[in-house]
């Protein structure tokens, strides 16, 4: 079995501060992970992924994840946040090999003041 | 600009009413999901196909909910009957075995009245 949980249903920074997100797995076998961007009224888009390779993953709009084994993590960080990063933003895990199927976090909405 | 394509983007039914919802996933594309988009459950797996096989719908009530793929640039779901407690947001998403990530459409918003 397979899972994540996101710590926070909203996370609210000002512009230009910090941007963490963060995500914990649960899985059986070492996982594939992934964080996605929900902009409103748009399905999801990949940020960027983590396949047993480097353990920091760069992705997209300065995004970033830090796979930790040891405390079974994979937080998203951004270094300053900017106002068009407002969204929802989810983690998710999958099993690589077999019949995969990415399970998703519930989701966590990124606020950004001015 | 390969995407998947979700047919429609918004519908309103009445109770009762049969709905279908299709999708074009992305050309080469051999692995199908359908999620459903709630506030109150999140993103919840309905089926998932590959190479047009139905591999998993276990998340799908069985009795009013039926997906397809007719061939590999049509998947379906169909609601018969449609209920008000099915008005959500219904994504499908297309993916490689050996990429693993999917691939997400637009969503069809579904509201039944």
């Known amino acids: 079995a397979q899972s994540v949980t996101q710590l926070g249903s909203h996370v609210s920074v000002s512009e230009g501060a910090l941007v963490l997100l963060r995500c914990n797995y649960s899985s059986s076998v070492p996982p594939y992970l992934f964080w996605y961007v929900q902009y409103p009224n748009q399905g999801l888009q990949l940020l960027l992924k983590y396949t047993s390779a480097a353990t920091l993953v760069k992705g997209i709009n300065g995004f970033e994840a830090e796979f930790k084994k040891s405390e079974t993590s994979f937080h998203l960080t951004k270094p300053s946040a900017h106002m068009s990063d407002a969204a929802e933003y989810f983690c998710?895990?999958?099993?690589?090999?077999?019949?995969?199927?990415?399970?998703f976090g519930r989701g966590t909405s990124l606020i950004v003041h001015p | 600009d390969a995407r998947v394509t979700q047919t429609p983007r918004h519908k309103v039914t009445e109770m009762g009413q049969e709905v279908t919802m299709r999708c074009q996933p992305i050309l080469g594309h051999n692995t199908v999901f359908w999620y459903r988009q709630t506030m109150m459950q999140g993103l919840e797996l309905l089926a998932y196909f590959r190479n047009r096989a139905p591999l998993d719908d276990s998340g799908m009530p069985k009795d009013r909910f039926s997906a397809e793929m007719p061939d590999a640039t049509l998947a379906t779901l169909k609601i018969q009957p449609s209920e008000p407690r099915d008005s959500a947001v219904y994504f499908c998403?297309?993916?490689?075995?050996?990429?693993?990530?999917?691939?997400f459409g637009q969503g069809t918003r579904l509201t039944v009245v």
């Open positions: 998403a297309s993916g490689l075995v050996e990429n693993t990530e999917a691939f």
């Open positions: 998710a895990v999958s099993r690589p090999g077999g019949s995969y199927i990415p399970t």
